[in-house]
């Protein structure tokens, strides 16, 4: 915990300390930590033992704060050229293909996006580049909620990215790799390769290189989003539930081995600590998969010890290594689900199982099934919820069929990879897992097609969210410790949650907001009122969905206006509801007159009389005379959207400067905003 405290100090609140101030405070207190060791063994006073969990505690909090502190500076963009390494393998999107840079012979990371072309696709790991353009600040997100790229790579270390046209890059014939993944990559490709020519092809390939060697590039959209609504997205991702697998796996292979035999255990052990870590070299190493085997290493050398481990340790001891390594997995989504499900599990599962008394056999491994699944969602809901803003509801019905039918995938899929060169056998293994991959599939379709399968436009708050955890552990520390002090915080911080929600919904109630968002090539302007709302956009945003989904979605749920609105193409000529009136290019709300462009209501002439507009949008224009617009409107704020093009917006920018207009660039400062 003073670790994690240490971490979030340094990297939430951008705590930045010069390294000398760091290594004496640390030097000091790991001084003073280790004097108390020295004088506790002799001294058996246990007033005083305080003092060393204090230090103790103090020493980690600036570990934790060191670890953050020792990272990637910006890059030096007073250059003609950079030289770069490729950290990892590239990832070929629809457009691009996307890749990390490490700037040689400097501190920094870049993250690059190429051209896509046959020259970038040629791109390897470790692969050093020379690039002329110079690496750009990441920008903000341009919306209100939306995702905050810029915030979520600076955790990382990166502050900047670069977009690569052929002309721009050339590849060295030099190549920097680092031998363990270079050996884990080539692996993994020659496998993957090997269960292509089995005959698992299509959508079959893509989930089964997701499943056994955590590769899920290729997977598709829409076979991911029906994995998230069936609550099955943990089984595409490489993890805990995989490496038990395999440790059961190979442990039963290893069976012939007595256990109660001192050498024979010995060597038992040390060889399934030697597959599962080979397993996770194969994966990648990716931090998932780490995090399960690091946990399960800790459980085999208890074994060879001869000791009973307690899994939350070892838990703990897992998470301590990795966020020592890398302090910002703290904050990533992955780590944080991983480790509070698995808690959840440890902790839940055996009060929920006991909850019901099954006589069958069939019916109890069934309902053990599901309230394994029950713990993982309940530790894990605060988190869906605050990060996704949605809860799979047939979780529960899922993972039934799931669970067994993704084991014999695993298990059926290794045992592919293992007898790949054995013919016949190799095929029929194969036959068996593509099938297996296509039922799964069926299954998950089936259940994201069932109603109300996925509960979306759920908000909480970063202080309701911290009200949730702390509820949940409250629970958790009820179950472990059966103290009656953690039910009375687990019902204040409960009421917390509830008094926030409820002055939430108050004031959604009582918002009147007008927003143009910041939509690429594409005009979005919202007019919200209590919890109703009236959304004009062109065919862009009205057609597709995922235009919405990434940039004006989370502001919406955030307002309670998720589904709870209107959306109408702007160029309709007439419309009203009690809070909105809309007459060809102009728009009454909440006592403020919006206006839109519409070449036929401008005059060549400045009117005698000009009707008043508080707000004027300019949207889905090419060419525009600005003047124009003033000589018939009286103007207060000229609102320029991302509908209108760049070299457009810098003319209309430069008449409305000319003319002493007021105006907001939407491409520049991001979504307009007006609360009444």
């Known amino acids: 915990m003073p670790l994690v405290l240490g971490i979030w100090l340094s990297l939430y609140l951008q705590i930045v300390l010069p390294y000398e101030i760091i290594l004496i405070s640390i030097v000091a207190a790991s001084s003073l930590t280790l004097i108390l060791l020295v004088v506790s063994e002799f001294v058996n006073d246990y007033r005083f033992r305080w003092c060393f969990g204090m230090l103790l505690n103090v020493l980690l909090i600036l570990i934790g704060v060191s670890l953050t ?15 770069a390494r490729l950290t990892e393998c590239p990832n070929v999107r629809e457009k691009s293909v996307k890749v990390m840079l490490d700037i040689v012979g400097d501190q920094g990371k870049v993250m690059a996006y190429f051209e896509k072309s046959e020259k970038s696709l040629g791109l390897k790991y470790g692969d050093i580049i020379v690039f002329l353009e110079p690496p750009r600040l990441v920008e903000p997100p341009k919306n209100p909620e939306q995702f905050d790229y810029r915030a979520f790579l600076s955790k990382k270390g ?7 046209k052929d002309e721009f890059w050339l590849v060295t014939h030099c190549n920097r790799a680092n031998a363990l993944f270079e050996y884990s990559y080539r692996i993994r490709d020659f496998l993957l390769q090997k269960l292509n020519e089995l005959g698992v092809d299509g959508d079959e390939f893509a989930v089964a290189s997701a ?18 609504a069936a609550g099955t997205m943990h089984i595409l991702c490489v993890s805990g539930m995989h490496v038990g697998v395999i440790y059961m796996l190979f442990s039963y292979a290893l069976s012939f ?30 931090p998932s998969i780490l995090r399960a085997t690091i946990m399960l290493s800790f459980v085999i050398v208890a074994d060879i010890a001869h000791k009973k481990g307690v899994i939350i340790n070892s838990l703990a001891a897992s998470a301590f290594i990795l966020l020592c390594v890398e302090p910002s997995d703290l904050f990533n989504i992955g780590f944080q689900l991983s480790y509070t499900a698995v808690v959840g599990i440890v902790v839940l599962q055996k009060p929920i199982y006991r909850l019901l008394y099954i006589k069958y056999s069939l019916f109890d491994k069934i309902w053990e099934i599901t309230s394994v699944s029950l713990a993982a969602q309940i530790a894990t809901a605060p988190f869906a919820i605050f990060y996704f803003h949605q809860f799979p509801t047939y979780f529960w019905l899922s993972n039934i069929f799931m669970t067994p039918i993704s084991t014999a995938v695993i298990v059926g899929g290794i045992i592919t990879l293992l007898v790949f060169f054995v013919p016949y056998l190799n095929a029929c293994v194969a036959f068996c897992v593509k ?17 109300f399968s996925m509960v979306k436009g759920l908000y909480i708050s970063s202080w309701e969210f911290l009200c949730l955890l702390a509820t949940l552990l409250s629970l958790l520390l009820v179950i472990e410790l059966k103290n009656k002090a953690f039910c009375y915080s687990m019902l204040l911080f409960g009421l917390s949650f509830s008094l926030s929600q409820l002055l939430s919904a108050i004031g ?5 907001v007008f927003t143009v968002y910041s939509v690429p090539k594409a005009t979005a302007i919202d007019f919200a009122c209590g919890n109703e709302h009236v959304m004009l956009c062109d065919t862009t945003v009205f057609y597709d969905v995922s235009v919405a989904s990434f ?9 309670g206006l998720y589904n709870n609105g209107t959306s109408l193409l702007i160029n309709t000529n007439s419309f009203d509801v009690f809070y909105l009136k809309k007459r060809e290019n102009l728009v009454s709300f909440c006592g403020k007159i919006i206006g839109f462009y519409d070449k036929r209501f401008c005059s060549e002439q400045k009117l005698n009389y000009r009707p008043y507009v508080d707000f004027f949008v300019l949207c889905g224009c090419n060419i525009v005379d600005l003047e124009m617009v003033v000589n018939a409107y009286a103007v207060d704020l000229l609102i320029i959207d991302q509908s209108v093009p760049d070299y457009c917006s810098d003319i209309i920018a430069l008449q409305a400067e000319e003319l002493g207009q007021k105006y907001y660039r939407v491409k520049e400062k991001g979504a307009f905003v007006f609360e009444n």
């Open 551 to 559: 940039s004006i979605d989370n502001s919406l749920i955030k307002r």
């Open 435 to 451: 099938w297996s991959i296509h039922l799964m599939n069926f299954m998950v379709s089936f259940v994201e097609e069932l109603p």
């Open 508 to 512: 959604q109630n009582r918002q009147n």
């Open 211 to 228: 499943i056994l060697l955590g590769y899920d590039d290729d997977l598709p959209t829409d076979i991911r989003q029906d994995y998230v």
């Open 69 to 83: 502190n020792i990272r990637d500076a910006d890059v030096d963009v007073q250059r003609d050229y950079w030289l």
């Open 158 to 164: 990166v502050y900047r990215q670069v977009y690569l």
């Open 257 to 286: 081995l007595n256990e109660k035999k001192k050498w024979q255990n010995l060597l038992r052990n040390i060889l399934l600590l030697f597959l599962i870590w080979f397993y996770a070299v194969l994966a990648g190493l990716a």
